[in-house]
């Protein structure tokens, strides 16, 4: 009985009974409120310097002052929003670009197909950090767009194999030959008949890509190639054994924080697969 309420009031029902996913909601959500609201009601500047002798935390700055006597604070919540940003920015980057080229590549098949798994198994094949590194260090002044831009031309092709086997499966579907029999336009059936079908994968699988970007642009900024303002960054500080040791406040709240997002969005993507597949949470 349970289980047919449950199939009745649908994924809502099953992602608010699910206690990972409403966990990973309720961290994700305090996360994002925080970085993006306190600093409207707070006088937060991370590039503001004080003068000052002693960095430890004060009642002033309650995560002390970093190397370049700027509060610590400060760029946590602004190193937060600008970390987010670049997760979910990258994240629908690829879906700009990999659900398209899935959808054709499965849709039409043959040559137009194999040549789309080409150029994405192409892009595949070379190691992402490298490209990165390389796509990045071209420019003198790197920000979060340059980031979001590559990162998501290098990270589209799981989504668009993703979209592309789904869609393969959905074309053997009575309702796809049914519209192509009616005459409607190969768009039309692309759009309203195949990508509703095949979406879900791809729906299930974004809140892991968001934190895997998050996670990729935190690694370019330990490297010193990333944005300046973000949690990378700020662990970035701790590459001295003096930071690393004397003075955690510079460093270990934006690793503390990039632990929680990154387990926070994990959980919120296993408890959306497991509301939209229940067998799986029973495995």
């Not at 700009?96 to 137009?112: D, E, M, N, T």
């Not at 701790?238 to 460093?251: F, G, P, R, V």
Request: proline letters at 4%.
């Amino acid at each position: 009985m349970e289980a047919e309420a449950a199939g009745r009031k649908g994924f809502w029902y099953s992602f608010a009974r699910n206690p990972k996913g409403m966990t990973g909601l309720v961290l994700f959500g305090v996360i994002v409120l925080s970085v993006f609201l306190l600093p409207v009601f707070m006088d937060l500047d991370p590039s503001a310097v004080y003068f000052v002798t002693n960095k430890a935390p004060s009642a002033d700055h309650i995560l002390g002052l970093d190397t370049s006597f700027q509060d610590c604070f400060a760029k946590l919540v602004i190193g937060g929003r600008v970390s987010l940003m670049i997760g979910a920015g990258t994240s629908l980057l690829t879906l700009v670009i990999g659900i398209p080229l899935g959808l054709v590549a499965g849709f039409y098949q043959g040559k137009i197909g194999a040549a789309i798994n080409r150029v994405s198994e192409l892009f595949l094949s070379f190691p992402m950090m490298v490209l990165l590194l390389l796509l990045v260090a071209v420019f003198e002044r790197v920000n979060a767009m340059i980031v979001v831009l590559a990162m998501g031309i290098l990270s589209w092709p799981g989504t668009e194999k993703i979209l592309y086997s789904t869609v393969l499966s959905v074309m053997n579907n009575e309702y796809v030959e049914a519209a192509r029999a009616m005459g409607k336009r190969d768009i039309n059936i692309m759009l309203t008949d195949v990508l509703p079908n095949s979406i879900t994968p791809i729906l299930v699988s974004l809140p892991f890509r968001v934190s895997m970007s998050i996670m990729m642009e935190t690694s370019l900024a330990f490297l010193g190639l990333g944005v300046t303002t973000s949690w990378g960054r700020q662990i970035y500080l701790a590459t001295t054994m003096n930071i690393m040791i004397n003075q955690l406040w510079m460093w270990l709240p934006a690793a503390i924080a990039l632990v929680v997002i990154i387990v926070a969005i994990n959980c919120l993507g296993e408890g959306i697969r497991d509301s939209y597949d229940p067998k799986t949470a029973r495995r």
